[in-house]
C-alpha cells in the first residue's frame, strides 16, 4: 500500500526525486528541496517574538519543533507557511528558491490542534482538500482511497463526520493533508488533546505514512515522547530562539543548559558546590535515588555516578513510582523509585540521607 502510495506521489509531484526522499545524513544539508528559512525574525505588539538565523527541513524528513508554552513554536510554522499575521522578515525558501505565497498554498498542507471538518462524511472531508485543489470528484476520490484505507479509516467512510469522536477526528484531519500529496506538512500540536492510546496509534500510523514520503514535515510539540516517535531531527526552541537542533534522540538526551535540561526532563540541577566538578550536572528524577542500604557498594561514585547528601522532605506514593525529595545544600533533588517503596524501607521525614544519581549530564553553561 505505501509503496502505491510513494510511487503515486512521484507522478504526481516531478519536483520529488528519488534522492529527496532519502532518509541518510546527506538529505539534512540537501537545500534543494524541503522547507527553510534565512534570517527569519518576527515581531509583534513591540517586541520580538522569533529569531531564527537559519532552518531546514529536507523533502522526507520531519523536524519536531520542541518548547514550552510561548516559547514561539507556533509563532515559527505560522512564519515558515506564510500564514503569519505579525511583521515577519528574513527569507522563506521552498524547494531552495525564495517562496511565493503561491507556491506555498500549493506546497502546504496544514493540521491544527483542533481538528476543523465539514459537514459531509468522512470521505467527503477527506477528499476536500483535493477539490479545493481543483481536481473532479472522481479523481479526489480515487486518489483519497489508498490513504483512507492507510490510515484505518475505511470502515468509518460513510459516517457523518459531526459524530466522530476527537481522535477519530483528527485522523480524519491528518488523512486530508495526506492525501493532497504536500511537499511541506506542517503540524500544530495535532496530538495535544487525544488519550495515550488514540495518540499512540496516531502517531505510528502517521510515521508509517510519511515514511518514504517526499514530503518536508515539521511538528509542533512540547511532548518528547512525539517528537521520539515521529521525527528524525528535533530543534529545542526556548523563548524564540533555537537552542539546541540535531538528530532527535542526541538532543533529547544532551540537554546544553539549564533551560533545555528542564525541557527535556533533566530537572535535578547539581552545580560545582554539590557534586565538586567544574560544570553543573543535570539529572532526570528517574535517574536519581535514594541509597536506602547505608552500605549501600552502589554508594561508590564514579565518572557516571554522583553521590550527594541531603535531607529527606517528603515522600509521595504515585502508584507506578514513589518520588521521594530531598533538600540539599544548593536546593531540593526530586527522586523517583519505580513501584512502591514500603514506608517502612525509608528513613524518617528530616533525616540525614545520601541520593545516588547516574547519567548525568554537564552542562555548558555552570547555571
Ligand atoms: N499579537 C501578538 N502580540 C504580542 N505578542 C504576541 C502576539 N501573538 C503572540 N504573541 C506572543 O508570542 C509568544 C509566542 O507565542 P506562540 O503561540 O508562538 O507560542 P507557542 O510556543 O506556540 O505556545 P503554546 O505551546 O502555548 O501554543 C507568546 O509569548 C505570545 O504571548
Known amino acids: 500500500?505505501?509503496?502505491?502510495?510513494?510511487?503515486?506521489?512521484?507522478?504526481?509531484?516531478?519536483?520529488?526525486?528519488?534522492?529527496?526522499?532519502?532518509?541518510?545524513?546527506?538529505?539534512?544539508?540537501?537545500l534543494s528541496t524541503g522547507i527553510g528559512c534565512r534570517d527569519l525574525r518576527v515581531h509583534a505588539g513591540g517586541?520580538?517574538?522569533?529569531?531564527?538565523?537559519e532552518l531546514h527541513v529536507a523533502s522526507g524528513r520531519t523536524l519536531a519543533v520542541l518548547g514550552p508554552n510561548g516559547a514561539?513554536?507556533?509563532?515559527?510554522?505560522?512564519?515558515?507557511?506564510?500564514?503569519?499575521?505579525?511583521?515577519?522578515?528574513?527569507?522563506?525558501?521552498?524547494?531552495?528558491?525564495?517562496?511565493?505565497?503561491?507556491?506555498m498554498r500549493d506546497a502546504i498542507a496544514a493540521v491544527l490542534q483542533r481538528p476543523i471538518l465539514r459537514r459531509g462524511t468522512v470521505a467527503?472531508?477527506?477528499i476536500s482538500g483535493l477539490r479545493f485543489r481543483g481536481m473532479s470528484r472522481r479523481e479526489a476520490r480515487i486518489r483519497a482511497w489508498p490513504w483512507i484505507e492507510a490510515l484505518g479509516l475505511a470502515p468509518l467512510a460513510d459516517r457523518?463526520?459531526?459524530?466522530l469522536s476527537i481522535g477519530e477526528a483528527q485522523r480524519v484531519s491528518i488523512t486530508r493533508a495526506l492525501a493532497v500529496g504536500p511537499r511541506v506538512l506542517l503540524l500544530d500540536e495535532p496530538f495535544s488533546g487525544l488519550d495515550s492510546t488514540t495518540r499512540a496509534d496516531l502517531l505510528a500510523d502517521l510515521r508509517a505514512a510519511l515514511t518514504g514520503q517526499p514530503t518536508a514535515t515539521i511538528l509542533v510539540t512540547h511532548d518528547r515522547e512525539e517528537a521520539l516517535a515521529l521525527a528524525e531531527d528535533t530543534a529545542l526552541l526556548i523563548d524564540?530562539?533555537?537552542?539546541?537542533?540535531?538528530?532527535?534522540a542526541q538532543v533529547l538526551d544532551h540537554p546544553s543548559d539549564a533551560d533545555t535540561a528542564r525541557l527535556l526532563g533533566y530537572t535535578n540541577l547539581l552545580p560545582p558546590?554539590?557534586?565538586?566538578?567544574?560544570?553543573?550536572?543535570?539529572?532526570?528524577?528517574?535517574?536519581t535515588q535514594l541509597l536506602l542500604?547505608?552500605?549501600?557498594?552502589?554508594?561508590?561514585?564514579?565518572?557516571?555516578?554522583?553521590?550527594?547528601?541531603?535531607?529527606?522532605?517528603?515522600?509521595?506514593?504515585?502508584?507506578?513510582?514513589?518520588?521521594?525529595?530531598?533538600?540539599?545544600?544548593?536546593?531540593?533533588?526530586?527522586?523517583?523509585?519505580?513501584?512502591?517503596?514500603?514506608?517502612?524501607?525509608?528513613?524518617?521525614?528530616?533525616?540525614?540521607?545520601?541520593?545516588?544519581?547516574?547519567?548525568?549530564?554537564?552542562?555548558?553553561?555552570?547555571?
Do not use: F, Y
Not at 457523518?160 to 459524530?163: C, H
Open 273 to 287: 558546590a554539590l557534586t565538586g566538578r567544574t560544570l553543573t550536572l543535570a539529572a532526570r528524577p528517574e535517574h
Open 124 to 126: 467527503a472531508n477527506v
Open 72 to 103: 514561539g513554536k507556533s509563532t515559527l510554522l505560522r512564519a515558515l507557511g506564510l500564514l503569519s499575521s505579525h511583521r515577519v522578515s528574513g527569507q522563506i525558501l521552498l524547494d531552495g528558491r525564495p517562496a511565493t505565497r503561491s507556491l
Open 240 to 248: 524564540g530562539r533555537i537552542r539546541q537542533h540535531g538528530p532527535t
Open 160 to 163: 457523518d463526520a459531526r459524530s
Open 1 to 30: 500500500m505505501r509503496h502505491d502510495l510513494a510511487a503515486d506521489r512521484v507522478r504526481r509531484e516531478p519536483v520529488a526525486d528519488s534522492d529527496a526522499t532519502a532518509t541518510d545524513s546527506a538529505a539534512v544539508s540537501d
Open 293 to 367: 542500604d547505608p552500605s549501600d557498594s552502589h554508594a561508590v561514585q564514579t565518572d557516571d555516578v554522583r553521590v550527594v547528601t541531603g535531607t529527606l522532605r517528603r515522600t509521595v506514593a504515585l502508584g507506578i513510582a514513589t518520588r521521594v525529595d530531598v533538600d540539599t545544600s544548593t536546593g531540593p533533588l526530586t527522586c523517583l523509585h519505580p513501584g512502591d517503596v514500603l514506608t517502612t524501607e525509608l528513613p524518617p521525614i528530616g533525616s540525614h540521607v545520601r541520593v545516588r544519581i547516574r547519567h548525568a549530564r554537564s552542562l555548558i553553561t555552570a547555571d
Open 47 to 53: 517586541r520580538e517574538l522569533l529569531s531564527a538565523p
